[in-house]
């Protein structure tokens, strides 16, 4: 048996659709421009290849966008300064400070210094904790993303056993704490597996439905799955590739051809969630403008 694939690609453009539609009637209706500023500190290349095609999609809805690529020397001081100007900016309704920062700045407090309310990340101590507890906030954009492309794939987790591989504060928590909420499109059961579990296929082959979200190469085969699991691989890993112009290809956390082989279906690397993190955070965007207003 081969798996269906899952095409987040085609699903991230519906979303698309329905934020352009959304974003035009919030224009006429209202005279406001989504906004989004994206903050890049030194030269990683993949970091940068994400922040251009956030930023093709901002020209594409018809979104206001800057991007402020600051050298990787820059001081936390003039990072803050930064983000406070882009705080009270009313033209700005979403600041994104692309992840990893240099080693001399602290992650955390200049996560903490963006407005919540402009938080399109869903990264903020606030927006976590109301996201923990069930109250509307902005959340984070992979593991939306995860969470529609089961719902709109047919593949309702209420009452499913999903396996989230990875603790992470960017996917795996978060993810763990959307589908455990007692509401459509959630009210899973969560395990989380991770790298102080020993035995990660004892746990993953128990499961309706994995999250991948180790940030290791092919990490989960088709032998850790059970038969007619649904999977998700949220790993996006560059592994060299002399056959390749770039020099390098892109492969998940799940080993595809194993994997197809067992899943009943399964997202593809590249064209899975990838494009589904752009569309989430344009509909966060969206989001933060329409209640900033
Ligand atoms: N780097 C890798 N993933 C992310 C993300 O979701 N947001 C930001 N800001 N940086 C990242």
Known sequence: MSALIIDGKRIAGEIRAEVKQATDLLRSDAGIVPGLAFILVGEDPASRVYVRSKGKACDELGFHSV?????????????????????????????????????????????????????????????????????????????????????????????????????????????????????????????????????????TRQADIVVAAIGKPEAIDGSMLREGSIVIDVGINRIPDESSSRGYRLVGDVEFN???????????????????????LMKNTLQAASSLR
Do not use: W
Not at 114 to 123: A, E, H, L, P
Not at 265 to 273: F, L, Q, R
């Open 67 to 203: 991007t402020e690529q600051l050298p990787a020397e820059t001081s936390q001081q003039d990072l803050l300064t930064l983000i406070h100007r882009l705080n009270a900016d009313p033209r700005i309704h979403g600041i994104l400070v692309q992840l990893p920062l240099p080693p001399h700045i602290d992650a955390q407090t200049i996560l903490e210094a963006i407005d919540y309310r402009k938080d399109v990340d869903g990264f903020h101590p606030q927006n976590v904790g109301r996201l923990v507890i069930g109250l509307p906030c902005l959340k984070p954009c992979t593991p939306s993303g995860v969470v529609e492309l089961l719902v709109r794939s047919g593949y309702d987790p209420s009452g499913k056993h999903v396996v989230v591989v990875g603790r992470s504060n960017i996917v795996g928590k978060p993810v763990m704490n959307m589908l455990l909420q007692k509401q459509a499109g959630a009210n899973a059961v969560v395990t989380i597996a991770h790298t102080g579990a020993g035995d990660i296929a004892h746990y």
């Open 258 to 280: 194993s994997a197809s082989k067992r899943a009943a279906a399964i997202t593809p690397v590249p064209g899975g969630v990838g494009p589904m993190t752009i569309a989430m």
